[in-house]
């Protein structure tokens, strides 16, 4: 069991944990991520580490409400508990000083974007961080992100807050005013991750990005998050998550996140229905999950 | 090798052994178990045993002994069971074999003790592993004696991985007084026991019972633990105090056979499909959260013939397949699965379409699977395996129309903690190199074992791997000598 020390809404659906995990606080490197599990009866799914605290043993994820178990997940608080927490996973990523940085961070994907752009500044590295979110309400992150940036650039799908447009956007002003660019990292939304490669390949700008395919155990054992890269496959857990854009196959990636998406919509609907009627008898839905946690350890 | 009559407690003239049949397993019906996960052996009951025990001839020199990779006295046991001391006959196999109850039911029996039974020459060998089997479930019932611990050593062992390489070496070590501490990778303690396996062939009541018992004697288990990334090796051994570290992490990722289409929807390595359904209970969905794609009514086949691609497809079967295919490239002769998976399977009514090979997975044009196309095989001379190469025959090609394929030709070694350990060594293939004796690896104080070393293999195999491992730890512990 994991204890839940801290936990707090960054954005609509979207959730900061600080998680009691003392070994994998001591571990984690920037681009590495967990699985976890919430019950017994839970899926496991991969989730972003977006800092740590070795000294605590702490380390701090950031959910964003899709199916189920995100959903579930966001409902609990501090000092509940999360049952199964295992990393830190995957490749970390590849810190040196490259120059000029532009770290891109997608929606949720600030987040563990965020970690990376710190140890790349760390490192010497010109950082110039571009965060983009649907609306003004989805974007997290700004504070940190520009404690570690030497320029942040914003944009909302909307125009809601900051500039109206997309991540892309500023990325082509940055070229187009010729700024110097020798590595772009991008994380977010496949689309997302798509678009800046395509543009990125016409520059020749070497372009890290990193993929979210489905995942069980996360350690190479069980192959479902084989992706196509330069037409090979490989794992995005072991080999990964952190791959060359322009060698992504998105399509493939695409297509294969949606090979459940019939059980997803049931579980999710079969989700809201037990909400509902909790909520109708005033329970507590954090109550409810631990409950169904059974035996362990 | 003749029968000896001098201590025996077997009324029974060795010609009159001969003469008994061999008793037949209990099973569930195929067409019953078909729609069902309960197991398909029953157990033998204690008269059924008995009677199958007596047809032990007692040999001089037992070669079934000789052919176990653990070494279990086949004869003494045997013995004990004529004679209806059942809970002995239990004892005498665990001085060999922490897992009787697993082993029972997953050995490769005749391939190892019953392959050399003397009766085999003119009958069918001694049911060995039902006489396993029966001991080990009639002890559970009874209730296990724990065997006391030897004084503790003051030492302590770190074990990566706990499948059943693993396992033997804390059942071992953990007798011999040392302290013995289990990380799991996954939130469940088993490894491929609980992954792999399928709970028709091995409930996974039977594993948590083996489980059970070994954290009575007092082994601890950590899950969720991946060595390499949660914790290295290194620090295992300098800062939490491990005198020593076996690895037996098994063979791990699973190997693709790099053909068109294999990134379709509906195309599924043989571990991601067991996982799902054996871990993570998929087939209870949506009680459990896990999803797997709904396999009614629908066309299924599995790539392989060892016995994950029967766990597979069996699998497939039960959860309501129409159709449930083996696809194999050699002959019957050539597959490596158990004989009895195979008979069972047969009956079942799995279609084995044998020699034969995909060469493409159709798609629908949205990333759906809807066929293998096909190509029918020929055994030309044979390969560096020494069995004859399949060699594809012109103009064969074929579209088996399919909904889902499961792809079990085989693993490759697991990197991470290979990667992540200085010194270590490895094969061409990134398996650890280790004595076979000793299972020593080249860093001191670090020993590996089963799949990780071999490749994929077996339960047992990865379990004697595991006893020679423990033993060589515990000289290592006792001497310090590398």
Redesign the interface.
């Known amino acids: 069991m994991f204890k839940i020390v801290h936990a707090q809404f960054l954005a609509p659906g979207i959730k900061r944990f600080v998680i009691e995990a003392p070994?994998?606080a001591c571990?984690q490197q920037p681009g590495q991520f967990v699985i976890l599990?919430i019950y017994e009866?839970?899926?496991?799914i991969p989730v972003t580490i977006e800092n740590s605290d070795p000294e605590k043993g702490t380390i701090n994820i950031v959910v964003q409400s899709a199916g189920?178990?995100t959903n579930l997940l966001n409902t609990l608080e501090t000092g509940d508990s999360i049952?199964?927490?295992?990393?830190?996973?995957g490749k970390p990523s590849e810190i040196r000083n490259y120059g000029t940085v532009v770290v891109i961070g997608g929606g949720v994907g600030t987040a563990m974007a965020y970690p990376t752009a710190a140890a790349l500044k760390r490192a010497g590295n010109r950082v110039i961080s571009i965060v983009g979110a649907r609306n003004r309400e989805l974007v997290i992150l700004v504070k940190e992100m520009r404690e570690v940036s030497d320029a942040l650039l914003i944009t909302t799908d909307d125009g809601s807050y900051a500039d109206k447009g997309f991540v892309t956007d500023k990325l082509r002003q940055l070229i187009e005013n010729g700024t110097r660019i020798d590595l772009v990292v991008a994380v977010g939304p496949i689309v997302m991750m798509k678009a800046v490669s395509a543009l990125t390949r016409k520059e020749n700008i070497h372009t890290v990005v990193s993929l979210n395919p489905i995942m069980?155990?996360?350690?190479?054992?069980?192959?479902?998050c084989?992706v196509?890269i330069d037409g090979k496959?490989e794992?995005a857990c072991?080999d990964g998550p952190e791959f060359d854009g322009h060698k992504v196959?998105f399509e493939?990636l695409v297509?294969?996140n949606?090979?459940?998406r019939?059980?997803?919509q049931?579980?999710m609907e079969?989700f809201k229905r037990l909400q509902t009627a909790e909520t109708e008898e005033g329970a507590v839905c954090g109550a409810t999950s631990s409950s169904r946690q059974g035996e362990?350890? | 090798m003749s029968p000896t009559a001098s201590k025996s407690k077997n009324p029974l003239s060795p010609k009159e052994r001969i003469k008994v049949p061999r008793q037949l397993m209990p099973e569930q019906p195929a067409e019953v178990r078909a729609n069902n996960f309960d197991e398909v052996n029953l157990g033998y009951n204690p008269e059924l045993a008995q009677q199958e025990a007596l047809r032990c001839l007692e040999c001089a020199k037992p070669t079934c002994t000789d052919n176990c990779p653990v070494g279990i006295d086949v004869k003494e046991f045997v013995q004990r069971i004529v004679i209806g001391d059942f809970l002995g006959a239990a004892a005498k196999i665990r001085e060999a074999n922490v897992l009787p109850a697993i082993t029972g039911r997953v050995c490769p029996q005749e391939d190892q003790c019953e392959g050399k039974c003397l009766l085999s020459k003119k009958v069918k060998p001694l049911g060995i592993g039902y006489l396993e089997r029966f001991v080990a479930d009639y002890e559970q019932r009874m209730g296990t004696h724990i065997v006391p611990n030897a004084e503790p050593t003051g030492k302590k062992v770190a074990i990566v991985g706990s499948g059943p390489s693993g396992l033997t070496v804390a059942g071992d070590l953990i007798q011999k007084g040392h302290k013995v501490r289990v990380f799991e990778a996954l939130h469940e303690i088993g490894g491929v026991l609980v992954y792999g396996i399928p709970e028709f062939r091995l409930p996974k009541q039977i594993v948590r019972e083996q489980i059970d018992y070994m954290r009575q004697m007092g082994v601890e288990f950590e899950t969720d633990v991946v060595v390499g990334r949660t914790v290295t090796i290194d620090e295992l051994l300098e800062e939490e105090g491990f005198d020593a570290v076996y690895i037996g992490t098994g063979a791990g990722l699973p190997q693709f056979m790099n053909i068109p289409g294999e990134h379709l929807n509906g195309v599924y390595s043989a571990n991601e499909f067991l996982t799902r359904i054996n871990l993570m209970k998929a087939y209870k969905f949506p009680v459990y959260d896990e999803p797997m794609l709904d396999l009614r009514g629908k066309d299924v086949a599995v790539i392989g013939g060892g016995n994950t691609a029967l766990d597979a497809i069996r699998s497939a079967l039960r959860l309501g397949a129409r159709k449930a295919y083996v696809i194999y490239r050699r002959s019957d002769a050539e597959m490596p699965a158990r004989a009895e998976e195979v008979h069972h399977a047969r009956q079942e009514g799995i279609d084995f379409q044998m020699l034969t090979a995909p060469v493409e997975f159709l798609s629908d044009g949205k990333g759906w699977l809807t066929a293998a196309r096909c190509v029918r095989m020929e055994l030309g001379e044979p390969d560096a395996s020494g069995r004859r190469r399949p060699v594809p025959m012109q103009r064969s090609e074929f579209d088996l129309p399919l909904s889902v394929v499961v792809i079990a030709i085989g693993t490759t070694a697991n990197p991470i903690v290979q990667s992540t350990t200085p010194g270590l060594g490895t094969n061409k293939r990134g398996y650890i190199q280790a004595s076979e004796e000793t299972q020593r690896t080249t860093r001191k104080g670090v020993f590996a074992g089963g799949d990780i070393v071999t490749g994929a293999a077996t339960v047992i195999l990865a379990m004697g791997a595991g006893r020679r491992g423990a033993n060589s730890i515990h000289q290592y512990l006792t001497t310090g000598e590398w």
């Not at chain 1, 009866?41 to 496991?44: D, N, Q, T």
């Not at chain 1, 069980?216 to 479902?224: A, K, L, N, S, Y």
């Open positions: 070994r994998i571990k599990r009866e839970g899926e496991r189920k178990t049952l199964d927490v295992v990393g830190p996973l069980i155990d996360g350690t190479g054992m069980c192959g479902g084989r196509l496959s794992f072991v196959n493939v297509q294969r949606t090979m459940y019939t059980a997803e049931q579980s079969e362990q350890r």
